[in-house]
């Protein structure tokens, strides 16, 4: 099977502005996830720590954690959850679960909308897309731009969607078809990066 490019990221805009070195790495602190107590065991990905339990109510545990690298630069760090007694990767299903990706470097809100609404119009197909076009546009509509050590999360907690920066809420959907879009960016069969989903789900 021939290799496939790699699919345009909204990276590319800010990446080929900057010199190499404002594209270093920025050691900042990880915000926690607000409300939600994590275990003192951590695991790091470059200058960003991930615990390897998180309890907001419903306890998750790190199925794995990875790098995603653009080119030659290390765009984000991510980690990825499921609720304890779930530990088979399960990302397209009922199961609650978490997605929690550190931000090396600035980025725009307009560039995760764009992004967000290709990548899932591309994964669900022209048949299936208009089902999620509209709480999709609702969700992207919520995005805020990021600077370096942002953190976004993604969670389903079995009922409800939820997309958080910082751990603030931004968006809420009890819409599973649309979660389920939403973790195949990264986890489903066509991720944007076969690697870092490979990483996530422990593989």
């Not at 065991?41 to 998750?60: E, L, M, N, P």
């Not at 790098?67 to 990825?80: K, N, P």
């Not at 931000?103 to 290709?118: C, G, N, P, R, V």
Request: charged content about 20%; hydrophobic content about 40%; glycine content about 6%.
């Amino acid at each position: 099977m021939p290799s496939r490019q790699p699919r345009q990221h909204p990276l590319v805009r800010l990446l080929a502005a900057v010199s190499l070195i404002t594209c270093l790495t920025l050691t900042m602190a990880a915000p926690p996830e607000a409300n939600a107590q994590t275990s003192t065991q951590q695991v790091s990905v470059k200058s960003a720590s991930f615990a390897t339990q998180i309890d907001d109510g419903r306890r998750y545990e790190m199925i794995g954690h990875g790098l995603f690298t653009y080119l030659v630069w290390d765009a984000y760090a991510g980690a990825y959850y499921q609720a304890a007694g779930y530990p088979r990767p399960a990302p397209e299903s009922d199961v609650p679960r978490r997605l929690v990706l550190h931000y090396f470097h600035a980025i725009e809100a307009d560039d995760f909308a764009s992004t967000t609404l290709e990548t899932v119009r591309e994964q669900v197909g022209a048949v299936d897309f208009p089902s999620v076009r509209r709480p999709l546009t609702a969700l992207v509509d919520s995005y805020r731009s990021v600077a370096p050590g942002d953190r976004y999360s993604l969670t389903w907690d079995g009922e409800s969607l939820i997309l958080a920066l910082n751990g603030a809420p931004l968006y809420r959907s009890n819409d599973k078809a649309l979660a389920n879009a939403m973790f195949a960016i990264w986890l489903g069969e066509d991720p944007l990066d076969r690697d870092f989903r490979d990483a996530l789900l422990g593989r």
